[in-house]
């Protein structure tokens, strides 16, 4: 599950680097694919944080 985490942890910072700073270098296909990867690994990242039990809330569903 760790290396999960630090894979898409990877995959987000390169693909906003690529959307950042690097877009005037970039050709179009690869920023339309950088942000396709930075939404959809900044989604995998808060579904393992939340199922990995980190959140404190988690024990209590009524609050």
């Known amino acids: 599950m ?3 985490m630090w894979g898409t942890g990877v995959a987000l910072f ?3 680097l ?3 700073p690097l877009r005037g270098s970039a050709p179009s296909w690869l920023l339309s694919s950088a942000e396709l990867v930075a939404v959809i690994s900044l989604f995998a990242l808060v579904c393992l944080l939340e199922s990995s039990g980190s959140n ?3 024990s ?3 609050s």
Request: charged fraction near 25%; avoid cysteine; glycine fraction near 6%.
């Open 2 to 4: 760790r290396r999960l």
């Open 14 to 16: 390169l693909s906003l």
């Open 18 to 20: 690529a959307v950042g």
């Open 56 to 58: 404190p809330d988690r």
């Open 60 to 62: 209590n569903p009524a």
